[in-house]
């Protein structure tokens, strides 16, 4: 059975530092790509990072260095966020992401950033 489960989302200042945590349960890491999304109130989803294999990192414009995404390419998948700001106030997500197999979502977690 494959599951997605965030953790590690919460408030934070501007200029602070999260780090989140996706528990993947039933998925190959070396067939599947992994992602985190994020969706802002009134807004759509979108892609912040990427990783496959292990070690090959695409990341969103947006992102500029902030972000480091990161997997033992086995259970765990982290972003670390750095010099948070208040535009990056969003529901988190961990997919698992094949280009012929379903897609696989965790529940979300919530970041605020604020001071």
Not at 15 to 34: A, Q
Not at 50 to 76: C, H, M, P
Not at 90 to 113: E, K, R, S
């Amino acid at each position: 059975q494959v599951r997605l489960a965030e953790s590690g989302g919460g408030l934070a200042q501007p200029g602070g530092s999260l780090r989140f945590s996706c528990e993947t349960v039933g998925i190959m890491h070396s067939v599947y790509t992994m992602a985190w999304y994020r969706q802002a109130p009134g807004k759509q989803r979108e892609l912040v990072a990427t990783i496959a294999s292990g070690d090959k990192v695409e990341y969103a414009d947006f992102v500029q260095g902030r972000f480091q995404i990161s997997s033992d390419n086995r259970l765990w998948v982290f972003l670390q966020m750095n010099n948070l700001r208040p535009e990056d106030t969003a529901d988190y997500y961990c997919n698992a992401h094949h280009p012929v197999l379903a897609d696989f979502w965790g529940q979300g977690t919530q970041v605020t950033v604020s001071s």
